[in-house]
């Protein structure tokens, strides 16, 4: 059973800041099967990166993701007041086909 | 544009059952799976199961076999959720994605529907 997990739990920062999000998986997964997604207060998730790299459509390019094997990062170059959100990673693999990781808040400091 | 409409939220009992319903728009139904995930209170996303409306081929996630079932009304490009038997365990937003298992992404996502189980 593939296990993803996210560090930290929450991170703290200011607008115009880098926000770096770790997604560490218990085996290893293709990057093309890596994913991200927001989620605000209230709403339901948005699809930001697939692919473990590709932007989907409509996502500024403040966005970005790498990595590959059982480690992958989001990376928010400069945070805008809109940004401050949970951010949770997904993989499709082996039993079970799909996890997702247990999230990380990013809020203001 | 590509859009999942699902039900309205439900109050219920334990021991009832409920089936909530999840429709597709803006593009070809039966050429997508349809995911479903479950998020509660205050806790983050959990995969449920997943189907394919053009032929009901459905996979469910091993902590979620046995205990709903998911199915697919492709005339009516509608999905379903559904439980014989609620808990209140079962209290939580459920929401609905369209999946693309070639690249691995739900999007887009439903509105989500609230399901509360009390007595």
């Known amino acids: 059973e593939i296990v993803l997990t996210q560090s930290p739990g929450t991170l703290s920062l200011s607008p115009g800041e880098r926000a770096t999000l770790s997604c560490r998986a218990s085996q290893s997964v293709s990057s093309s099967y890596l994913a991200w997604y927001q989620q605000k207060p209230g709403q339901a998730p948005r699809l930001l990166i697939y692919?473990?790299?590709s932007r989907a459509t409509g996502i500024p390019d403040r966005f970005s993701g790498s990595g590959s094997g059982t480690d992958f990062t989001l990376t928010i170059s400069r945070l805008e007041p809109e940004d401050f959100a949970v951010y949770y990673c997904q993989q499709y693999g082996s039993s079970p086909l799909l996890t997702f990781g247990g999230g990380t808040k990013v809020e203001i400091k | 544009e590509v859009q999942l409409v699902q039900s309205g939220a439900e109050v219920k009992k334990p021991g009832e059952s409920l089936k909530i319903s999840c429709k597709g728009s803006g593009y070809s139904f039966t050429s997508y799976w349809i995911g479903w995930v479950r998020q509660m209170p205050g806790k983050g996303l959990e995969w449920m199961g997943i189907?394919?409306?053009?032929?009901?081929?459905?996979r469910y996630s091993p902590s979620f076999q046995g205990q709903v079932t998911i199915s697919a009304d492709k005339s009516i490009s509608t999905a379903y959720l559904q439980w014989s038997s609620l808990k209140a365990s079962d209290t939580a937003m459920y929401y609905c994605?369209?999946?693309?298992?070639?690249?691995?992404?739900?999007?887009?996502w439903g509105q989500g529907t609230l399901v509360t189980v009390s007595s």
């Open positions: 692919g473990a790299s």
């Open positions: 994605a369209r999946y693309n298992p070639d690249w691995n992404w739900f999007d887009p």
């Open positions: 189907i394919y409306p053009g032929d009901s081929d459905t």
